[in-house]
Each structure stands twice: as C-alpha cells, then as structure tokens.
C-alpha cells in the first residue's frame, strides 16, 4: 500500500502562484510514476502532470506546459507542483496520485492506470 497526502492548495488571484505538495508513505518503493490530477465541478478528472520516480522524467497536459513545474524529492517521498500565472480555469480540486503497476509513458496522463490517490486539495483562482 501507498498512503498520498496532498497540501497548499488555497485561495489565490489570477496570475499568482500555488505550490502544491504530496507526501507519500508506505511502500513508495514500489512507485513507478506519480502524477497530478484535477477536477472542477461538473467536469471530469483530467491530467496536470506526471513524473517518474527513478528517473524524474516529466509529462505535461498541454493547458499548463510552461507555467506549472512538477517535481520530485525521492530521499523525502515528497513530489511537488509549482504552479505559475494561474488562470480562473485552473480552479479544480488537485489529486496527487501514485501508480505501481509501471504503465510506461503512453499512459502516464490516464487516471484509470493509478492505483493509489490522495484525498485533494483545493485550489481556487479569482478573477
């Protein structure tokens, strides 16, 4: 089992910044990638970022390459969001979420590969 527990979500105004954080605990060992997600409502999940644990190779949804940074500190179990000049459209509920079952890259961006998930935290972005 993996444990995911998200926080720094928040309040912000549009073109400020948020750094959200995951820390993970349990068998982490066995991680192959860990990723972003966010849903707004009424909308479904979809991806935000991605990186592999070994490696730290990074995947990006196209909405927010070059503005929202993903990172990881594999010595602390920690991943991390730093997100920039967010837009009102960023408002969501942000799931860090973990997967074992080493998907390969094709299906980093695809909720239904991860098997573990955290509870969310909130980011809201004012106009």
């Known amino acids: 089992q993996v444990q995911l527990v998200e926080s720094g979500g928040g309040l912000v105004q549009a073109g400020g910044s948020l750094r959200l954080s995951c820390a993970a605990s349990?068998?982490?060992?066995?991680?192959?990638?860990m990723g972003w997600f966010r849903q707004a409502p009424g909308k479904e999940r979809e991806f935000v970022a991605a990186?592999?644990?070994?490696?730290?190779?990074?995947y990006y949804a196209g909405s927010v390459k070059g503005r929202f940074t993903i990172s990881r500190d594999n010595a602390k179990n920690t991943m991390s969001l730093q997100t920039n000049s967010l837009k009102p459209e960023d408002t969501a509920v942000y799931y860090c979420?973990?997967?074992?079952?080493?998907?390969?890259?094709?299906?980093?961006?695809?909720?239904?590969?991860?098997?573990?998930w955290g509870q969310g935290t909130q980011v809201t972005v004012s106009s």
């Open positions: 979420a973990a997967e074992t079952g080493y998907i390969g890259s094709n299906y980093y961006s695809r909720a239904r590969y991860y098997n573990y």
């Open positions: 349990g068998r982490t060992f066995s991680v192959d990638a």
């Open positions: 990186i592999t644990w070994s490696s730290g190779t990074t």
